[in-house]
């Protein structure tokens, strides 16, 4: 069984990105934020998959992989997906960057920023990026992406897509019957989870420093 001082930092780590200062961003701010989360985006699906091929009899966790991977759940959305169209959830994000462009400079720094951040993330052993989908899954990113839902620039294309995806994905994650955290529940992250989370902090952070800045100031 996992350990209750693993389940405290893996609350903790949770907690501090749902603290950040979502309130007080920016439109160019939360165009950063997800740029990065692209980057998780990639990171969730290679962990999805690494978790169904140790798994590959678990009928839960393959239904979760075709409610994330090559799904016609987030279509039809206009300028990404056609009615019906499958493709990964990290693919939707893809398209939705492209609907506002920026910066070749702006552009440079995230993308470098999230090449770093996956690299780290494959780093970690992959019996526990199989068992992170759990952590994630079961509460997490619902909690995360309630919170970046607070910010209050959804403007341009975009970010309107951003927010679809955070708002369905807040769906899928918490019926308590059919959602995604109830059908990778069994699974039992180790303590690597508090790095996966942390490393998902960092790449915020990296992405927008501002979002620390509510964190800081209120620091002992």
């Not at 987030?74 to 499958?86: N, T």
Request: aromatic share 10%.
């Amino acid at each position: 069984m996992v350990g209750a001082a693993t389940v405290s930092a893996e609350d903790s780590a949770v907690a501090r990105i749902c603290s950040l200062d979502w309130r007080d961003r920016s439109e160019e701010e939360m165009v950063a934020v997800a740029w990065a989360y692209f980057y998780f985006s990639i990171q969730f699906r290679e962990n999805l998959e690494i978790c169904c091929d140790y798994y590959p009899d678990d009928l839960a966790l393959s239904r979760l992989r075709a409610e994330e991977c090559d799904t016609s759940n987030l279509s039809p959305y206009p300028g990404i997906a056609l009615a019906g169209e499958k493709m990964n959830h990290d693919e939707f994000m893809r398209r939705a960057l492209e609907l506002y462009p920026i910066g070749q400079a702006e552009r440079a720094r995230l993308e470098r920023i999230g090449a770093d951040y996956l690299a780290e993330s494959r780093y970690i052993p992959s019996k526990s990026r199989a068992l992170s989908i759990a952590s994630y899954e079961d509460g997490g990113l619902e909690r995360v992406f309630t919170a970046m839902l607070q910010a209050p620039a959804y403007g341009n294309p975009l970010l309107k897509a951003f927010r679809f995806f955070l708002s369905a994905h807040i769906q899928f994650d918490s019926d308590p019957n059919e959602g995604h955290g109830r059908l990778s529940q069994h699974l039992v992250p180790d303590e690597n989870i508090v790095r996966l989370w942390n490393a998902f902090a960092a790449l915020l952070l990296k992405a927008v420093p501002a979002l620390g800045q509510m964190v800081s100031e209120h620091a002992p």
